[in-house]
């Protein structure tokens, strides 16, 4: 079983339209969560981090599930600039490195 | 600050040849990482290092080298190319843990073909 897994998509949805991603994580001593974003051709950047308490930045809310190794993003209103590939990353402990899920793939249609 | 940076940009080499991928970053970060990504795989770790002087292997280091002497530049080295190589290279690096922030950064990739 992959450590962390996305479904990979791709999702087409129209502008305005709300869209949730999941992501499950198998180690439960994982200890930070972020969401990531790719363009295509563009290196990886930082959308978010995820907090226990769930947290929002503008339309985008990320949420997380201790108990059940969840992580979830939810965009609200999708643009058309929205259109990404959005990676799911846990760290598990001190300073080891990133692991990164496969991404789920975004498209925004006008 | 110029952040991550990588060079070349692009890269074609034949099989069986030998280059160095470079990469350096201006942010004082001791950690930092060097990723290849290929259709469908995702980005895999190949080598890591969390300070001058130390570095580890990743999920895929076979045909990879790397060292660490300055905080600022953790090269790549493929030794003998084979076009399973073909890919596109991330370098990244982030502060130490506990440092405020987690925030991992990326260079803009190196795209490396090799026939």
């Known amino acids: 079983r992959k450590e962390v897994e996305q479904d990979p998509g791709p999702f087409n949805v129209p502008e305005g339209a709300t869209v949730a991603f999941n992501c499950t994580y198998s180690n439960s001593a994982s200890q930070s969560f972020f969401w990531y974003r790719q363009d295509c051709r563009k290196e990886p950047k930082l959308l978010m981090s995820v907090y226990s308490s769930g947290n929002e930045d503008g339309r985008f809310t990320a949420q997380l599930n201790r108990a059940s190794q969840y992580i979830s993003l939810l965009i609200r209103d999708s643009k058309l600039s929205d259109s990404a590939t959005y990676l799911c990353?846990?760290?598990?402990?001190?300073?080891?490195?990133?692991?990164f899920g496969k991404g789920t793939r975004l498209s925004v249609i006008a | 600050n110029a952040g991550v940076t990588q060079t070349p940009k692009f890269q074609v080499l034949k099989t069986g040849q030998s280059m160095t991928l470079q990469c350096a970053q201006d942010m004082n970060h001791e950690y930092m990482s060097w990723y290849r990504q290929d259709p469908g795989m995702g980005l895999r770790l190949i080598h890591y290092?969390?300070?001058?002087?130390?570095?580890d292997q990743g999920e895929v280091p076979n045909g990879y080298n790397v060292s660490r002497s300055t905080t600022e530049d953790f090269p790549l080295r493929l030794l003998s190319a084979a076009p399973s190589q073909t890919s596109v290279y991330f370098c990244?690096?982030?502060?130490?843990?506990?440092?405020?922030?987690?925030?991992?950064?990326f260079g803009p990739g190196t795209r490396l073909t090799v026939l």
């Open positions: 290092s969390v300070g001058a002087g130390i570095t």
């Open positions: 990244a690096s982030r502060p130490p843990t506990g440092g405020g922030t987690d925030t991992q950064y």
């Open positions: 990353v846990v760290r598990n402990s001190g300073n080891t490195p990133l692991v």
